[in-house]
């Protein structure tokens, strides 16, 4: 093999020893050029790919989280998350606002309560709720601190006590009405 090649050497040295035929080195290195813009593409398209796995990845990471977080942030903390007996009270505190707003809701069908008294009722219930919002943060972020736990039990003996009181003073008002009708036929 060897033998062939020098014996292709010899015999075509005069046409390798001239010069390169016109526009040979342009066309040389336009196909330079070609090859290494299209090696430049192929690494600029494997980046572009790599780059999209990773943002995907990324995403997906964080929709996860958020499914996940979102799960934990729809069961607010509660006093029962504490312990048994806080939770035992608590339930009766709850409780009883719910039956105290039933004979709230009571009065308001029977037409006792005016509308200004029911704005005043739902302003009063939106500063509690707010309250308690608050107070839940703060017993999630400390679970074993005693004082949020007895700020969480006087928000609900106050909201029991404010309720209560308003609609034992409607059926006061209610009862007198009802006497003094009574008096007058």
């Known amino acids: 093999m060897n033998d062939l090649l020098e014996k292709t050497i010899r015999e075509n040295k005069q046409a390798l020893e001239e010069d390169a035929p016109m526009g040979h080195f342009e066309r040389f290195e336009a196909k330079l050029d070609q090859e290494l813009h299209h090696k430049k593409q192929f690494n600029r398209k494997i980046y572009l790919q790599i780059a999209a796995a990773v943002i995907f990845v990324l995403l997906l990471g964080n929709q996860l989280r958020m499914y996940f977080s979102t799960e934990k942030e729809l069961a607010p903390v509660t006093l029962a998350s504490v312990s ?98 009574e008096t007058q036929v």
């Open 84 to 181: 048994e007996e806080y939770g035992e009270v608590e339930f009766y505190f709850t409780s009883s606002i719910d039956q105290s707003m039933q004979q709230w809701e009571k009065l308001i069908a029977d037409g006792y309560i005016s509308e200004a008294n029911q704005q005043m009722m739902e302003k009063e219930m939106k500063e509690f709720d707010q309250m308690e919002a608050q107070l839940q943060e703060e017993l999630q972020a400390n679970p074993d601190d005693e004082r949020v736990i007895n700020a969480m039990l006087e928000y609900y003996q106050a909201k029991l006590s404010v309720i209560t009181l308003i609609i034992d003073k409607l059926k006061e008002v209610k009862q007198q009405k009802m006497t003094d009708n």
